[in-house]
């Protein structure tokens, strides 16, 4: 009987699968922005598309970072996983601290908030359609550490840093 160990990229992608477990909560930010010419005040510049990383809180909200929602025209989020975009909205901007808070259009927020069905088998599909508002939001809020970690501690690093359709993690 022969056994094979496991090599070095299968730890990996078990490492990376066990980091990402638990992250639906993750989204994706597509912004279209227009940006004012600091040289020309009374021009705009052209529009442009970029994109970045935000993820679900409590209390319906989405925190990303405030370079991500600067100037933006319009923001879609995405969530992990999922290929559907949603409207939202800046509801806090702090660029002095880096952060903002998104919220989603109240006509979309339920489905937004509504996994997705193709992820469930039809008893698990029937209880989330059960759940309120509330509940759903709790699933996908992603948790936070009590404390902060030790130096040389390992940590999870999660986002879109360059291709929108895909969630990469470093460990």
């Known amino acids: 009987m022969s056994s094979t160990a ?5 730890n990996v992608a078990a490492e990376t699968a066990s980091a990402l477990k638990g992250k639906e909560g993750v989204c994706c930010i597509e912004v279209s922005r227009v940006d004012w010419i600091v040289e020309q005040p009374w021009q705009r510049a052209p529009q ?9 809180i409590s209390g319906e909200g989405i925190l990303t970072n405030a370079h991500v929602v600067r100037a933006a025209v319009d923001i879609r989020v995405r969530l992990h996983g999922s290929t ?15 952060l903002a808070l998104l919220d989603i259009v109240e006509e979309e927020k339920d489905d937004f908030f509504q996994r997705d069905a193709e992820m469930l088998d039809s008893n698990e599909q029937e209880e989330e359609e059960e759940r ?5 939001i709790q699933g996908l809020a992603l948790e936070f550490a009590d404390d902060l970690p030790a130096l040389q501690e390992s940590v999870h690093v999660v986002g879109f840093p360059t291709v929108r359709l895909l969630l990469s993690c470093v460990l």
């Open 84 to 98: 559907r975009r949603f409207p939202a909205t800046v509801t806090v901007y702090a660029p002095d601290v880096d």
């Open 48 to 56: 442009t598309k970029s994109s970045g990383t935000g993820f679900v």
């Open 132 to 136: 309120p508002l509330s509940k759903r």
């Open 6 to 10: 496991p090599t070095p990229s299968d």
